[in-house]
């Protein structure tokens, strides 16, 4: 069977050191790794299973024990995010997901404390000393077994209707290590399909469905049974992997910590934070933070 990621970087790790169109650089901080990953051509495209583009990666002690709304952390990974961006005009942020199923709740509940700013302008906006704000429409459409609409759908329809310059989409994901949930942020330029992090792909949200850069952000927060238990097994090079015994009558599972509640919390706080810095270039996070507060 084929090992389920998310990550380009754990994708790169399986297909090893040197791969033909992927090019790979790393930066160390004092608490955070940051590991770009830019996959160049078809080659390298096909051999970790991704698309053309840039991944970006987050390594970071786990959110459970060490996290704080002004840490330094946040401004390094909105300055990437930005980086990815457009200098201007209006983004729309969606966040993907299920409120009802918490490992899939990611992307719903980091809209929650972006700053919503495209009804803010003209002389409101002089008047409360705001004239310096980005326009950012947010939107957390559900899922389609609640709504009965495609997520791709409403994102179209609203990218359609409000013109942004570029999307940034906000998602669960899937590793294939327990020890990279809650402690892992991908971005990447190359959009996402809504619910890819618990095996449930829609139709994708991307520059060519949408005519604008798309920036997928998210944070792992399962692993697949099957994928954990070979590569678990797979270490023992006499173990045997039968995938029936780990998933009986062909069930999809997931594994996820039990702590996941304050890591969906709290990677939520850390993306919208980010997203926050990196949309609103001209001010401080405390000032971001009394504005969302």
């Known amino acids: 069977m084929s090992i389920r990621t998310d990550l380009a970087l754990e994708s790169k790790e399986i297909a090893g050191n040197k791969v033909n169109g992927v090019r790979e650089s790393q930066k160390k901080y004092d608490n955070m790794t940051i590991t770009k990953i830019d996959i160049v051509n078809k080659h390298g495209a096909e051999t970790l299973g991704k698309d053309i583009g840039t991944y970006i990666t987050a390594e970071f002690p786990t959110l459970t024990d060490d996290f704080r709304e002004t840490d330094e952390r946040l401004k390094i990974i909105g300055d990437l995010l930005n980086g990815l961006l457009p200098d201007d005009g209006l983004v729309l942020v969606v966040g993907l997901g299920n409120t009802d199923i918490t490992p899939d709740a990611l992307g719903p509940k980091s809209t929650a404390s972006i700053l919503a700013t495209r009804h803010i302008s003209g002389e409101l906006a002089r008047s409360i000393g705001l004239d310096n704000l980005r326009p950012v429409a947010v939107i957390a459409p559900g899922v389609l077994g609640k709504t009965g609409v495609e997520t791709g759908e409403l994102v179209f329809s609203i990218a359609d209707?409000?013109?942004?310059?570029?999307?940034?989409?906000?998602?669960?994901?899937?590793?294939?290590?327990?020890?990279?949930?809650?402690?892992?942020?991908?971005?990447?330029?190359?959009?996402?399909?809504?619910?890819?992090?618990?095996?449930?792909?829609?139709?994708?949200i991307d520059k060519s469905t949408t005519g604008v850069?798309?920036?997928?952000?998210?944070?792992?927060?399962?692993?697949?049974?099957?994928?954990?238990?070979v590569d678990i097994l797979g270490k023992d090079s006499n173990a045997k992997v039968n995938i029936n015994d780990i998933c009986p009558h062909g069930t999809n599972m997931v594994v996820t910590p039990r702590e996941i509640d304050m890591l969906v919390m709290r990677g939520a706080k850390l993306i919208s934070m980010a997203i926050n810095i990196a949309l609103q270039r001209d001010f401080e996070i405390s000032d971001l933070l009394s504005l969302v507060n």
Do not use: F, W, Y
């Open 213 to 229: 850069p798309v920036i997928a952000v998210g944070i792992p927060t399962v692993v697949d049974a099957a994928t954990l238990a």
């Open 161 to 204: 209707k409000l013109k942004p310059s570029a999307i940034i989409a906000i998602d669960a994901l899937a590793s294939r290590r327990l020890e990279r949930l809650g402690c892992t942020l991908q971005i990447s330029d190359t959009g996402i399909s809504p619910g890819a992090g618990v095996g449930n792909h829609r139709n994708r």
